[in-house]
């Protein structure tokens, strides 16, 4: 364990961005289509198979606004309001996992939530995590160092990397390891920049890929989709290509109380990886609306795609979109919801493409 981290930091902090890019096994370019205009396409003629699933809402279990969709064992876990709930694959509502508080079993913040084989890692501060089971039992609580992000947990059990932020481009370090609540060591950055005169605060910094296939992350504002190996090496493994829409790691960590005012990332679109389904990478952004980018890794084209509903289903929008910004963890379905202009209850659209 040792020796693998020393070997990669001497490979990390030897290479830097545009090394790494070249060592990515795919080139992603979507220069001229992140602002390009296409045809809209049916969902039902452009998918294997649809499925729409109303969730079960009541009083007391009310869903306005979905932050996370998980798929696991034919269970959904909705993560909305400050609230963690479990519905079987019909949408019926089956219970909560823990609840907001200041209790020994309850979480008093929900800053994040991932999953880590059949445990529900609940991020309650950017330091301390709960973990409970899918029955909504409480199993532990771990403490973290302080500056961690987010987690990306491995597949041995109680092994996680810790991202930890890069707010002013100086950090040394880019991941804690930890097993159990052992900081056992850390990776460092590739590169490092002159210490900016004023903070930005960017709240998500580290997005992580979801399904079982291609176990990777992406960084804000960064082009390139890293993945984790069996042996716990983080590898290039696809360079992205927005170009204009993408900021240089100069212009985010270069930036100063006067620039502020200027608005230094205006028009700037950072990307994000999906995951991989039937051998085609799937990436969207929070700002480009409607549509979403997929990669095919067989023919290496890329595509834009946006997907319209069937007028008259479940009530959706006439201008509703199909977006996928979840995916099920064995890579099944492709996932987004739509809530219905009646108000009733938010739809899940589960896609296999």
Excluded at 281 to 297: A, E, G, P, R
């Amino acid at each position: 364990m040792v020796k693998y981290f020393i070997l990669l930091a001497i490979l990390l902090t030897a290479c830097d961005r545009s090394q790494e890019n070249e060592r990515a096994i795919f080139n992603i370019d979507l220069t001229d289509l992140v602002e390009s205009t296409v045809e809209p396409i049916n969902i039902d003629k452009w998918s294997k198979k649809v499925r729409y699933v109303p969730l079960e809402t009541t009083d007391s279990v009310f869903i306005k606004y979905i932050q996370k969709v998980y798929l696991h064992d034919n269970k959904f876990l909705i993560v909305h309001s400050g609230r963690i709930s479990v519905f079987d694959i019909q949408g019926r509502y089956l219970h909560d996992i823990g609840k907001k508080g200041n209790g020994p079993e309850e979480y008093a913040d929900l800053f994040d939530l991932c999953l880590h084989g059949n445990d529900i890692y609940v991020q309650e501060t950017p330091n301390r995590i709960k973990v409970y089971d899918w029955e909504g039992k409480f199993m532990r609580n771990l403490r973290y160092p302080e500056n961690i992000r987010g987690i990306y947990p491995l597949p041995d059990k109680d092994e996680i990397f810790a991202f930890i932020p890069n707010l002013f481009g100086n950090t040394p370090s880019r991941f804690y390891h930890i097993q159990g609540e052992t900081v056992t060591d850390s990776i460092p950055n590739l590169r490092l920049y002159p210490k900016a005169v004023f903070q930005m605060m960017f709240w998500h910094e580290f997005f992580p890929t979801q399904g079982n296939r291609l176990n990777g992350f992406m960084e804000l504002y960064n082009d390139t989709i890293y993945r984790i190996t069996p042996k716990r090496e983080i590898k290039p493994y696809a360079a992205v290509q927005i170009g204009k829409l993408q900021p240089t790691e100069t212009e985010r960590y270069g930036v100063a109380p006067g620039d502020i005012r200027k608005n230094p990332m205006e028009g700037k679109k950072p990307m994000i990886a999906l995951g991989e389904c039937e051998e085609r990478i799937y990436l969207y952004s929070n700002y480009i609306v409607n549509l979403f980018f997929c990669f095919d890794k067989k023919t290496g084209v890329s595509q834009a795609l946006e997907i319209t509903y069937p007028k008259g289903y479940y009530s959706l929008s006439e201008n509703a979109r199909f977006v996928p910004r979840f995916l099920a963890d064995d890579n099944s379905y492709l996932i987004d919801w739509e809530q219905p202009e009646n108000d009733n209850n938010p739809v899940l659209i589960l896609v296999e493409p």
